[in-house]
């Protein structure tokens, strides 16, 4: 499925299952191309946090959506002051951190652009919680950039 629509919920699931397991794939390919062990480490703990998101979808009950309480996320915002890297197999790990945090940066503003076209009440919810679900992905990784690459003197 390559286009999205908010017509029924199974569409909507299917669509997001789909996109989490085109990253996990992406993420698995800069993984086994990556040299630096590190590296492989961290696109190996990528490919994970996108098969937990695919787990959580496969596991959503439609009709639990309407009581659905979601996170409040604080976005940190460092990925709006980075330049989009390419994925080389010489990828540094500040390269990584800026090519995992700005894929997830793209997810979390696709769905959240999503929520404001559906008029089911339901559809939206679940394209909120998708863009939360990145977003908090997403603060994982600026968190990460925050802590070990910012603080460096």
């Known amino acids: 499925m390559s286009t999205v629509s908010c017509s029924s919920m199974d569409d909507v699931i299917n669509f997001a299952i789909s996109r989490e397991e085109a990253a996990m794939d992406f993420y698995q390919k800069c993984a ?8 492989k480490k961290f696109f190996q703990e990528m490919v994970q946090e996108e098969e937990r998101h695919r787990a959580l979808l496969k596991d959503l009950n439609p009709m639990d959506l309407g009581t659905l309480t979601l996170d409040k996320v604080e976005d940190l915002r460092i990925s709006d002051y980075l330049v989009e890297v390419k994925f080389t197999e010489q990828v540094t790990y500040q390269e990584a951190l800026t090519l995992a945090m700005k894929k997830e940066e793209k997810a979390h503003a696709f769905y959240e652009a999503w929520k404001n076209k559906c008029m089911h009440e339901k559809t939206a919810k679940l394209f909120e919680m998708l863009a939360v679900e990145e977003l908090k992905h997403k603060r994982k990784i600026e968190t990460l950039y925050d802590e070990e690459i ?3 003197d």
């Not at 086994?32 to 590296?39: E, H, M, Q, V």
């Open 32 to 39: 086994d191309r990556a040299r630096n062990p590190g590296i």
């Open 150 to 152: 910012l603080t460096w």
